[in-house]
């Protein structure tokens, strides 16, 4: 029996995005959640916390493009034709994001609004097209004769809207949680009190995905309440309540690590139950990993430069979490 290489390349795929949306996703939560906040030191302080680390947190955005580039050309065609305005809009506002990032501390103190505002848009709109982007994943993609056969606004329906608004909830919480872990004082203390409303809210929107994607997917439905299949998949949901439980309780004990910890575990569980509904269509709702793979040769060439490159970027990501470990304050920076 050979290698799987199709296989090998969905896991690295699905690895690097899930770094991606676990690492980007509490630094665009940090712009979600600055209109909560108004005084300037607390949003230095907030910044500071992500400074270090965020522009490194995208090589595993790269990487999972690049990657699919390469391995899954088919799937690359495709799903950029098909989600092409809500991708470049993403990109727009990263680069606002980016460049807010660099200029809010240069700009004088009567234009530093308008770097605020440049960090919180760019930080929304980056967030709302990467889950409208998702939810026209999930809603499925037309292709004929191995060619995007759909139009230009296919993407924009009440579905990917809504993804779009769960996950800027997701990622607010995920920056919220950071914050508790990373800061102290009165700014961990008005994390702590945004927390439960916000898990709240999360709960809300998690149940009203997972009622509508098998409502209006009737494979999707099919995949998670057939026998044997829900025995298999209601640990999931099941894990989901009891995450949330243990966050809000974690939130009102004034926990530092735990409400941060929880939070990822809810994303993983999130990205769990889509891959349950997918898998193993790379291009829902019929392209499968297999379907749209490169050649064996061009997967194999490329898994030895994904195995010599991945090592170092877990390495210096590892590193650089570590270096900046412990808590930011306003007098100090990091501790």
């Known amino acids: 029996m050979g290698i ?3 296989l090998i390349w969905a896991v690295i795929i699905i690895f690097g995005i899930m770094m991606y949306v676990v690492m980007d996703g509490f630094d665009l939560g940090i712009g979600i959640l600055f209109p909560f906040i108004k005084g300037k030191s607390d949003r230095d ?5 992500v400074a270090p680390v965020w522009d490194g947190n995208e090589t595993w955005l790269v990487l999972g493009g690049a990657a699919l580039f390469g391995a899954f050309p088919l799937a690359y065609s495709v799903v950029l034709s098909a989600l092409y305005l809500p991708l470049i809009l993403m990109l727009i506002g990263l680069i ?13 103190d009567a234009k530093r609004h308008i770097w605020d505002k440049a960090f919180i848009g760019g930080s929304l709109v980056a967030t709302f097209f990467q889950g409208v982007a998702l939810g026209a994943f999930i809603d ?6 191995r060619q995007y056969a759909g139009g230009g606004l296919d993407w924009l329906t009440p579905f990917s809207l809504f993804c779009g608004v769960a996950l800027i909830v997701a990622y607010a919480l995920l920056g919220c949680t950071w914050l508790i872990m990373k800061t102290e004082g009165k700014l961990q203390e008005q994390m702590h009190n945004l ?3 916000l898990a709240l809210v999360l709960l809300a929107v998690i149940g009203i995905v997972s009622i509508w994607t098998p409502m209006t997917h009737p494979e ?6 057939t026998l044997p299949n829900l025995f298999w998949f209601l640990p999931v949901p099941l894990l989901v309540l009891v995450t949330l439980y243990g966050l809000i309780r974690a939130v009102a004990r004034n926990a530092h690590y735990t409400p941060f910890l929880l939070t990822l575990v809810l994303i993983f569980l999130g990205y769990s139950g889509l891959g349950i509904s997918l898998w193993p269509n790379i291009v829902p709702p019929s392209i499968s990993i297999w379907d749209a793979a490169s050649p064996p040769q061009s997967q194999g060439f490329l898994l030895v430069g994904a195995l010599f490159i991945i090592p170092f970027i877990l390495g210096y990501t590892f590193w650089s979490y570590y270096v900046f470990r412990g808590k930011v304050t306003h007098e100090d920076g990091y501790h």
């Open 4 to 6: 799987d290489l199709p």
């Open 45 to 49: 302080v907030m910044m500071n916390t």
């Open 96 to 108: 606002f994001r980016g460049v807010a990032f660099e200029f809010r501390f240069k700009a004088k």
């Open 140 to 145: 499925g993609i037309q292709v004929v004769n």
């Open 195 to 197: 927390a439960r409303p």
């Open 220 to 225: 999707i439905a099919a995949r998670w309440f």
